[in-house]
């Protein structure tokens, strides 16, 4: 028989102790067994996306200088054309030096500090200098050209391609060259083209795709000499974002016939690969083109609208294993909007519809399988929930609007105080004796808080909505997303008043959703059916694994990193996936 070493003419190394973290891309895929531990261990690269701090200004075809964690959106149309500088410092935006011409659709480079953008305008030649205060016109580019593309330094620029010489629009294959006081003239690209986007330094740079009469893929690299067509990237479009060298960058966004997209492709410096698209499709944002190809921004542009949106990207080799979903033991009876409470080995599950008939049904579950336990003494759905799978709370539901709470002690459920407003579609927080019913149909913003006896009225949060998501504590909480119709918000409860916070990556109703407190929370699936899986820091909503199966109407109960997703519509299904992300892991970022 043919082993693998005489395949490979290699063996997985046999260690007792894992190696030390990954520092670079050239060990991602290395592969060993720990036999401390007894596992099979790898170096696993993956990409995220997650939203931060917006713009101050929405706006589009801005220009951009600097890294993730010091950038600068530079002019842009707002419209009119703007002369804002925005910087930002990895968390959010503050205002900085105007540009002295305002203007759109030109080139940048360099840092936040050390910054510059060129072209636009009329006769599009302008170039100005930052210093991370205040902008200074310096030496004219010799071609006037707007949408052109640029890499590199204040003291060692590059800019090519471009719509002009203004005022005769044609695509331009001009390329030029910046010593920190003149532009030259250097060697044309090979396809003339507006709207590409630069990567890396004046001596080693990359012009990544554009507009000739379509939108092309092509990617052409320059060694401070002349440009050399290379490997396209795999989705034709132009005024992308990008950041990184000729030999590690990342591409996202951009325009293409007939829309705007999200993808995300990365740079070997011979390949180009898709990996985790951005959570916002837009074209002419900023992005961070000093910084490495690890971590990268996108913020502002063209979606649907102008926008403010920002996002930051990171490539991050792990450890071990990343996050993921994986098949649990499907429930007994298959249902959805019932209550979960519980962690991901130790759920309780209770009430819901099932196959368009209201249930009393309760279920435990041990981590492997599904037992019938007491029902609940009235059954609906549509209801709040909390506690755990030994001491659990059903409040409210439907499908008749009631103000029925009932606890359950591990063996049977009793009824406890009524609510002040009877609803359905909320959702609870909390424990058996300190808990919280939130929202609910008809779009309340009523919150109700319980001591284990009754109810009592407290601050309501700023969106009345229905059929949200939500959890924590009666001191630490959130309430997110909903139907209003479906707004994105995302609140936080700190024990007395409900403040607006970081909105959901994408809006949504009747999701799935976990949430230890107002700094640790999970939601996945929901309507419009969607297996998306996003996790919250107390900041930010961030991408992780998705779901295998697309659902709404579903349950969850656990933490952001040990979570379970029961049943759901399509109707009764009986489906139950389980999410692990692994601890203790070591993320490499640069």
Same mark, same amino acid.
């Given at each position: 028989?043919?082993?693998?070493?005489?395949?490979?003419?290699?063996?997985?190394?046999?260690?007792?102790?894992?190696?030390?973290?990954?520092?670079?891309?050239?060990?991602?895929?290395?592969?060993?067994?720990?036999?401390?531990?007894?596992?099979?261990?790898?170096?696993?690269?993956?990409?995220?996306?997650?939203?931060?701090?917006?713009?101050?200004?929405?706006?589009?075809?801005?220009?951009?200088?600097?890294?993730?964690?010091?950038?600068?959106?530079?002019?842009?149309?707002?419209?009119?054309?703007?002369?804002?500088?925005?910087?930002?410092?990895?968390?959010?935006?503050?205002?900085?030096?105007?540009?002295?011409?305002?203007?759109?659709?030109?080139?940048?480079?360099?840092?936040?500090?050390?910054?510059?953008?060129?072209?636009?305008?009329?006769?599009?030649?302008?170039?100005?200098?930052?210093?991370?205060?205040?902008?200074?016109?310096?030496?004219?580019?010799?071609?006037?050209?707007?949408?052109?593309?640029?890499?590199?330094?204040?003291?060692?620029?590059?800019?090519?391609?471009?719509?002009?010489?203004?005022?005769?629009?044609?695509?331009?294959?001009?390329?030029?060259?910046?010593?920190?006081?003149?532009?030259?003239?250097?060697?044309?690209?090979?396809?003339?083209?507006?709207?590409?986007?630069?990567?890396?330094?004046?001596?080693?740079?990359?012009?990544?795709?554009?507009?000739?009469?379509?939108?092309?893929?092509?990617?052409?690299?320059?060694?401070?000499?002349?440009?050399?067509?290379?490997?396209?990237?795999?989705?034709?479009?132009?005024?992308?974002?990008?950041?990184?060298?000729?030999?590690?960058?990342?591409?996202?966004?951009?325009?293409?016939?007939?829309?705007?997209?999200?993808?995300?492709?990365?740079?070997?410096?011979?390949?180009?690969?898709?990996?985790?698209?951005?959570?916002?499709?837009?074209?002419?944002?900023?992005?961070?083109?000093?910084?490495?190809?690890?971590?990268?921004?996108?913020?502002?542009?063209?979606?649907?609208?102008?926008?403010?949106?920002?996002?930051?990207?990171?490539?991050?080799?792990?450890?071990?294993?990343?996050?993921?979903?994986?098949?649990?033991?499907?429930?007994?009876?298959?249902?959805?909007?019932?209550?979960?409470?519980?962690?991901?080995?130790?759920?309780?599950?209770?009430?819901?519809?099932?196959?368009?008939?209201?249930?009393?049904?309760?279920?435990?579950?041990?981590?492997?399988?599904?037992?019938?336990?007491?029902?609940?003494?009235?059954?609906?759905?549509?209801?709040?929930?909390?506690?755990?799978?030994?001491?659990?709370?059903?409040?409210?539901?439907?499908?008749?609007?009631?103000?029925?709470?009932?606890?359950?002690? %591990?063996?049977?459920? $009793?009824?406890?105080? &009524?609510?002040?407003?009877? @609803?359905?579609? *909320?959702? +609870?927080? #909390? =424990? !058996? /004796?300190?808990?919280?019913?939130?929202?609910?149909?008809?779009?309340?913003?009523?919150?109700?808080?319980?001591? %284990?006896?009754?109810? $009592?009225?407290?601050? &309501?949060?700023?969106?009345? @909505?229905?059929? *949200?998501? +939500?959890? #924590? =504590? !009666? /001191?630490?909480?959130?309430?997110?997303?909903?139907?209003?119709?479906?707004?994105?918000?995302?609140?936080?409860?700190?024990?007395?008043?409900?403040?607006?916070?970081?909105?959901?990556?994408?809006?949504?109703? *009747?999701? +799935?959703?976990?949430?230890?407190?107002?700094?640790?929370?999970?939601?996945?699936?929901?309507?419009?059916?969607?297996?998306?899986?996003?996790?919250?820091?107390?900041?930010?909503?961030?991408?992780?694994?998705?779901?295998?199966?697309?659902?709404?109407?579903?349950?969850?109960?656990?933490?952001?990193?040990?979570?379970?997703?029961?049943?759901?519509?399509?109707?009764?299904?009986?489906?139950?996936?389980?999410?692990?992300?692994?601890?203790?892991?070591?993320?490499?970022?640069?």
């Amino acid at each position: 028989m043919t082993t693998y070493r005489e395949i490979k003419g290699l063996k997985v190394p046999y260690l007792d102790a894992d190696l030390p973290s990954a520092s670079a891309d050239t060990q991602e895929g290395g592969v060993w067994y720990n036999s401390a531990t007894g596992k099979l261990r790898a170096f696993i690269a993956f990409d995220t996306w997650s939203t931060t701090a917006p713009l101050a200004q929405e706006r589009v075809s801005i220009a951009s200088v600097g890294t993730q964690t010091a950038a600068a959106a530079c002019g842009g149309s707002e419209p009119p054309n703007s002369a804002k500088t925005e910087e930002y410092n990895g968390s959010g935006w503050a205002a900085g030096g105007d540009i002295n011409t305002a203007r759109a659709e030109m080139g940048g480079m360099g840092t936040q500090t050390a910054g510059m953008i060129c072209g636009s305008g009329s006769p599009g030649i302008v170039t100005e200098k930052y210093d991370g205060s205040s902008w200074t016109e310096v030496n004219d580019m010799n071609n006037g050209r707007i949408l052109n593309g640029a890499a590199g330094t204040q003291t060692a620029g590059l800019t090519f391609g471009g719509d002009g010489p203004i005022p005769s629009p044609a695509n331009s294959n001009a390329s030029e060259e910046y010593d920190g006081t003149n532009w030259a003239e250097g060697n044309n690209l090979n396809t003339a083209r507006q709207g590409s986007q630069g990567i890396g330094i004046q001596t080693a740079a990359l012009a990544v795709g554009g507009y000739v009469s379509a939108y092309v893929a092509n990617s052409e690299t320059y060694d401070g000499t002349s440009w050399t067509e290379g490997n396209d990237i795999n989705t034709a479009r132009g005024r992308l974002g990008a950041s990184g060298l000729s030999s590690a960058g990342v591409v996202f966004g951009g325009q293409t016939a007939p829309t705007r997209v999200a993808n995300t492709e990365i740079y070997d410096g011979t390949s180009w690969t898709e990996t985790t698209d951005m959570s916002t499709a837009r074209n002419g944002g900023c992005s961070s083109p000093a910084g490495p190809m690890t971590a990268s921004l996108m913020g502002g542009g063209f979606s649907t609208a102008r926008t403010a949106i920002t996002e930051e990207f990171a490539h991050q080799i792990l450890t071990y294993t990343p996050a993921s979903w994986a098949s649990g033991a499907n429930l007994n009876v298959g249902r959805m909007d019932a209550a979960c409470a519980g962690t991901k080995s130790a759920t309780l599950f209770a009430g819901g519809n099932a196959s368009n008939t209201v249930v009393a049904t309760s279920e435990e579950y041990d981590g492997s399988a599904w037992a019938e336990g007491n029902n609940l003494n009235t059954g609906r759905e549509n209801v709040g929930d909390g506690g755990t799978q030994t001491a659990g709370i059903c409040i409210g539901g439907g499908p008749s609007d009631v103000a029925i709470v009932e606890t359950y002690n %591990g063996s049977s459920w $009793t009824e406890a105080g &009524d609510l002040n407003s009877a @609803r359905r579609a *909320l959702t +609870g927080a #909390g =424990t !058996t /004796t300190a808990a919280l019913a939130i929202g609910g149909f008809p779009n309340v913003a009523s919150v109700e808080s319980f001591d %284990g006896s009754s109810w $009592t009225e407290i601050a &309501d949060i700023n969106t009345g @909505r229905s059929a *949200l998501g +939500g959890g #924590g =504590t !009666t /001191t630490s909480a959130l309430a997110f997303g909903g139907y209003t119709p479906v707004p994105a918000n995302t609140e936080s409860w700190n024990g007395t008043a409900w403040s607006e916070v970081n909105d959901l990556i994408t809006a949504r109703r *009747l999701m +799935g959703a976990t949430a230890a407190s107002n700094s640790s929370a999970a939601i996945f699936g929901g309507s419009p059916d969607t297996a998306e899986t996003r996790t919250w820091d107390g900041t930010a909503w961030a991408t992780t694994a998705d779901m295998a199966e697309a659902r709404s109407s579903l349950k969850g109960a656990g933490t952001g990193t040990a979570m379970i997703a029961c049943s759901g519509d399509p109707l009764g299904i009986q489906n139950v996936e389980e999410f692990t992300q692994p601890q203790n892991v070591e993320v490499i970022t640069d």
